[in-house]
């Protein structure tokens, strides 16, 4: 199967470094220092326009976790129907009951939703949080979601590999699976050849300075030093090293 690496971008502009550092896809977030939230439409919409990549749009409305009250819901899959009829290539999406668990109907009108639009159907790392990552994986099959991002339950990847290799033997042939949380050029080909998946998903970050972020008495960082005074952006030189490293 041809490997496949996913760049996590949270702007218009990470987007054009994924592209030129040679990714063929990315999920477009934004706020990525809450781990990302439904973009803006314009971001997707410039996307489309001036690259050739694939966009999967994360949808996603608030920070925490994935029980969703029914209005949260609702607004999810009108944020859904909008990203797909203007170019989404697929939507990354998580429903989880308050006992974890995938909660169901949520995800079966979701799925069917962007099957509608022939767009792909992307359950994010709300997996790991579940109970029962089998169970849960089944369940995702049975409803026909086509990818499951991943890190393996763990908090990187590289550790959630034996979980990751057991997944991919016993349902790689039903279901994506997709490894994150990170991922990069130094460890990428070690998850592909352990554990028998072909997509790897990175968020190639590097830091940009925004010198307005602080005054003497008040702070709008959200990185810790010497970053306090950054943000985090995707670097088209780690995107291509993660390319080449993959080949």
Do not use: W
Request: proline share 3%; charged share 25%.
């Amino acid at each position: 199967m041809e490997r496949m690496i996913e760049v996590c971008c949270g702007s218009y502009e990470d987007c054009i470094a994924a592209d030129k550092g040679g990714a063929k896809r990315v999920e477009l977030n934004s706020a990525l220092s809450v781990g990302g939230l439904t973009p803006t439409l314009a971001t997707l919409k410039r996307v489309k326009r001036d690259t050739d990549l694939k966009v999967i749009c994360m949808d996603r409305p608030r920070a925490a976790g994935f029980a969703y009250s029914f209005s949260e819901f609702e607004t999810m899959m009108e944020d859904a129907e909008v990203m797909l009829e203007n170019g989404a290539d697929g939507i990354a999406f998580g429903f989880l009951t308050e006992e974890g668990n995938i909660c169901l109907p949520y995800v079966e009108k979701m799925v069917d939703l962007i099957h509608s639009y022939g767009k792909e159907a992307v359950f994010h790392r709300a997996f790991d949080v579940t109970p029962d990552p089998f169970q849960s994986m089944e369940v995702l099959i049975d409803l026909g979601v086509d990818r499951v991002l991943t890190s393996g339950q763990k908090a990187k990847a590289m550790e959630g590999m034996d979980l990751i290799k057991q997944l991919q033997s016993q349902y790689g042939s039903q279901m994506e699976i997709l490894a994150g949380s990170g991922m990069n050029a130094g460890n990428a080909m070690e998850m592909i050849e352990t554990t028998g998946i072909s997509q790897v998903h990175s968020s190639c970050k590097s830091y940009s300075n925004d010198p307005t972020t602080s005054s003497e008495f008040v702070t709008y960082a959200y990185l810790s030093a010497p970053h306090e005074n950054d943000y985090d952006v995707v670097d088209e030189a780690l995107v291509k090293k993660l390319v080449e490293a993959v080949q």
